[in-house]
């Protein structure tokens, strides 16, 4: 498979730990994007990286949430102190140069489950 | 503030039957709409951007600026089209973040 991938797919922890989460875009992609999606709900915006400059944060990004793309390729999404709202699917999506979000494609996502 | 509702959580449907899933958007300027969709256990991907003014396996959408609407048409159902159909809006230029509707779940009976 030469889509996105993320990793882990599944992830269970306990109230007060901290996560984290890999992302690997389609290689030739430099837009990156991080993605929650809770149940019943569509994915909401969290961030988003233009190679490794991350250009835009929601306001779900709070200070316990941080990401990265140290040399443009694959992102990390960390969670610190997690807390039982955290739970969801967290998405990542990648596009091409110059196109917008609905070029891109995304992960299959790590799904989040804090106990 | 951009907005997209998706009203339905919901749409049964026998196979064969005329489907509309319908979306609503806020938003001041000229957006760019799309519709997503995740059949099961698939990734989420794109279905048609209004610009393209498109038909994707059988599906279309006008954009109707004004009411404001986006709704996904398919003038016959098949089971399947079953999935979770997401609409989303992006403010053109810069970074094309998109806003999601919540999505409706459409299930096509047999």
């Known amino acids: 498979d030469t889509g996105v991938s993320q990793d882990p797919r599944h992830k269970i922890t306990k109230r007060g730990q901290n996560v984290t989460f890999r992302c690997d875009p389609i290689?030739?992609?430099?837009?990156l994007y991080w993605y929650r999606q809770t149940l019943g709900q569509g994915p909401e915006f969290l961030t988003y990286?233009?190679?490794?400059?991350?250009?835009?944060k929601s306001r779900l990004l709070s200070d316990r949430f941080s990401a990265e793309r140290p040399k443009g390729s694959f992102s990390t999404l960390e969670i610190q102190r997690t807390e039982q709202g955290d739970s969801a699917m967290y998405l990542c999506?990648?596009?091409?140069?110059?196109?917008?979000?609905?070029?891109?494609?995304f992960g299959q996502g790590t799904r989040l489950t804090v106990v | 503030a951009q907005r997209v509702t998706q009203p339905e959580k919901l749409l049964s449907v026998f196979k064969g039957a005329p489907v509309e899933l319908k979306c609503n958007y806020s938003?001041?300027?000229?957006?760019?709409l799309f519709w997503y969709v995740q059949y099961s256990r698939q990734r989420l991907q794109l279905l048609l951007r209004?610009?393209s003014r498109e038909s994707i396996k059988g599906f279309t959408a006008d954009l109707n600026k004004g009411e404001t609407s986006f709704h996904l048409k398919k003038p016959f159902a098949q089971e399947e089209d079953s999935a979770m159909y997401y609409c989303?809006?992006?403010?053109?230029?810069?970074?094309?973040?998109?806003?999601f509707g919540r999505g409706t779940s459409l299930i096509v009976h047999p």
């Open positions: 990286f233009q190679n490794e400059a991350q250009l835009e």
């Open positions: 209004h610009i």
């Open positions: 938003y001041s300027g000229s957006p760019e």
């Open positions: 989303a809006l992006s403010r053109p230029g810069g970074s094309y973040i998109p806003t």
């Open positions: 999506a990648s596009s091409w140069p110059g196109q917008g979000l609905a070029e891109a494609f």
């Open positions: 290689s030739e992609h430099n837009r």
